[in-house]
Antibody, heavy 112, light 106 residues
């Protein structure tokens, strides 16, 4: 059974960089698209972007310029960095394998 | 960017009734549409993918239909545990997008 687990700081200061990792267990990271999705408190889901195992990322235009994704196939994990954060970036951040039922449990990141 | 519009915003029904949720895309997404269920404090759960294929372990009460730009999620014989927010999601076109959600109250 594939499992995903997000990790990273739960509190980030405004203007700093949010950094999260997602470890994939129970399956290989290769040959799939790996997504980051976020959900501000009380609001809907927003797709941030995804990355393929070759390392080619695709970012949402609304966040482009601030988002960087990377993947480490040797560690079976992928990462998200979001720079110059503001309070509007406060959200639960999920990692997921695109086109699959496999999602992490989510991690609340507060910008304050 | 493909915009997904879900309706209604809220649906209040009784146990045993049938729920019909709509998702309309601003342009064709072929059948590359999925439906997710989300309960408070939980990650979204995949119900339907490719418009009409139930994910593993999803009860037959949940069914998806449609193609192109108009899609429907039907939940027959509602149970109290079906109370949740339901989202549609398209993966045919970058950036991927989600609908705004339909809240189902039982």
């Amino acid at each position: 059974q594939v499992q995903l687990q997000e990790s990273g700081p739960g509190l980030v200061k405004p203007s700093e960089t949010l950094s999260l990792s997602c470890i994939v267990s129970g399956g290989f990271i290769s040959n799939y698209y790996w997504s980051w999705i976020r959900q501000p408190p009380g609001k809907g889901l927003e797709w941030i972007g995804y990355i393929y195992d070759s390392g080619t990322p695709y970012y949402s235009p609304s966040l482009k310029g601030r988002v960087t994704m990377s993947i480490d196939t040797s560690k079976n994990q992928f990462s998200l960095r979001l720079s110059s954060v503001t309070t509007a970036d406060t959200a639960v951040y999920y990692c997921a394998r695109e086109d699959s039922p496999y999602w992490g449990q989510g991690i609340l990141v507060t910008v304050s | 960017e493909i915009v997904l519009t879900q309706s209604p915003a809220t649906l209040s029904l009784s146990p045993g009734e049938r729920a019909t949720l709509s998702c309309r895309a601003s342009q064709s997404v072929s059948n590359y549409l999925a439906w997710y269920q989300q309960k408070p404090g939980q990650a979204p759960r995949l119900l339907i993918y490719d418009a009409s294929t139930r994910a593993t372990g999803i009860p037959a009460r949940f069914s998806g239909s449609g193609s192109g730009a108009d899609f429907t999620l039907t939940i027959t014989s509602l149970e109290p545990d079906d109370s949740a927010v339901y989202y549609c999601h398209q993966r045919i076109s970058w950036p991927l997008t989600f609908g705004g959600g339909t809240k189902v109250e039982i």
